[in-house]
T-cell receptor, first 112, second 113 residues
């Protein structure tokens, strides 16, 4: 079993839809949770970062962490064609040294 | 967040040759990392570049194949040695920033023919 599971998609939605992207994980030591957006032929760009459980909102983006269920989500409201990209979740734990694990990424297409 | 510049941004190389990728950060950072992202795959950590000492390699990566230098707190290089088509990948320089998050450069797209 992988430490972080993420559905690779692709996920195709119409413009204006609410998008839900999810990751599950198995290591309860993860404390820092991140979402990255990666456009084609570009490096990953940090979108959201949360520490421990709870919600965090930034504009059209909301990150949720449920540590009891080992489940994190990224919601995108009023999705735009410019949101079409691959979204990677990432998690970080301190286990004698920092360890970061990335999900496989979900490809999102927002159709105009 | 730090601004991370990588050179070259892309290259096509002959098998058996070596290529050095440079990473420049606009501020001093303690921890720098090199990742590989193969086509359609997620990010795999190659090594942590330690300033003034040998890099710390992850399982499956060795210094002879991926020598790394880190002469100061703003600069690092990764060399991909004796390249084969299997080395065709994106190589990403990254740093540990505020909040223990990782920031990436734009990547170096390498195609080995």
């Amino acid at each position: 079993q992988k430490e972080v599971e993420q559905d690779p998609g692709p996920l195709s939605v119409p413009e204006g839809a609410i998008v839900s992207l999810n990751c599950t994980y198995s290591n309860s030591a993860f404390q820092y949770f991140m979402w990255y957006r990666q456009y084609s032929r570009k490096g990953p760009e940090l979108l959201m970062y949360t520490y421990s459980s709870g919600n965090k909102e930034d504009g059209r983006f909301t990150a949720q962490v449920d540590k009891s269920s080992k489940y994190i989500s990224l919601f995108i409201r009023d999705s735009q064609p410019s949101d079409s990209a691959t979204y990677l979740c990432a998690m970080r734990a301190y286990t004698g040294g920092f360890k970061t694990i990335f999900g496989a990424g979900t490809r999102l297409f927002v159709k105009a | 967040s730090a601004v991370i510049s990588q050179k070259p941004s892309r290259d096509i190389c002959q098998r058996g040759t070596s290529l050095t990728i440079q990473c420049q950060v606009d501020s001093q950072v303690t921890m720098m990392f090199w990742y590989r992202q193969q086509p359609g795959q997620s990010l795999t950590l190659i090594a942590t570049a330690n300033q003034g000492s040998e890099a710390t390699y992850e399982s499956g990566f060795v210094i002879d194949k991926f020598p790394i230098s880190r002469p100061n707190l703003t600069f690092s290089t990764l060399t991909v040695s004796n390249m084969s088509p299997e080395d065709s990948s994106i190589y990403l320089c990254s740093v540990l920033g505020s909040g223990n998050t990782i920031y990436f450069g734009e990547g170096s797209w390498l195609t080995v023919v």
